[in-house]
C-alpha cells in the first residue's frame, strides 16, 4: 500500500464539518466503508504549500466515494493515521472548496484527543490502493 505524508496547521472551521457528518446517510456510509462511526464534526488541516501539491494527486487515486443524497455534493474519502489513530480525509466534490484545506474524520474528538489546538502542526499518513 503506498502512502502520502500530508503536512499542515490545525485551525478551525465554520462547523459545516459538524453538520455534513450528523447526516445519517453520511454516518452509515462511513460507518460501512470506512469501518468507524464519525464523531460529530472535522479536524481541519490548512496544508502547507508542498502538501497542496500532494494532495492534487488523489484527483486520480482510487477514493471510497460517500455517494450523496439529492441536493448534496460528492465526496471521496481516503483512510488515513493522525499520530497513530486510524482516521479518513474527505474530499468534498464542493465548488470553490479551497484546495488548501483537508478535513479530517475520525471515531473521535481529534481536537481533545491528541491535544491539538488552532496552530498545532501536524501530519497526516493517506493510504492509497495500488
Do not use: D, H, P, Q
Given at each position: 500500500m503506498k502512502t502520502l505524508l500530508l503536512k499542515g496547521e490545525v485551525f478551525s472551521g465554520k462547523g459545516e464539518g459538524a453538520e455534513f457528518t450528523k447526516l445519517p446517510w453520511v454516518r452509515k456510509q462511513i460507518k460501512e466503508k470506512l469501518g468507524f462511526t464519525p464523531y460529530?464534526?472535522?479536524l481541519n488541516i490548512r496544508l502547507t504549500e508542498r502538501s497542496v501539491i500532494?494532495?492534487?494527486l488523489l484527483k486520480n487515486a482510487q477514493g471510497i466515494e460517500i455517494t450523496p443524497a439529492e441536493g448534496f455534493h460528492r465526496?471521496?474519502?481516503?483512510?488515513?493515521?493522525?499520530?497513530g489513530l486510524e482516521c479518513a480525509v474527505v474530499i468534498p466534490e464542493v465548488q470553490d472548496y479551497p484546495e488548501n484545506t483537508l478535513e479530517v474524520v475520525a471515531p473521535t474528538k481529534?481536537?481533545?484527543h491528541l491535544k491539538l489546538k488552532d496552530?498545532?502542526?501536524i501530519e497526516i499518513k493517506v493510504?492509497?490502493?495500488k
Open positions: 460529530l464534526g472535522t500532494l494532495k492534487n465526496g471521496v474519502c481516503f483512510k488515513a493515521y493522525l499520530m481529534l481536537r481533545e496552530g498545532s502542526i493510504l492509497l490502493e
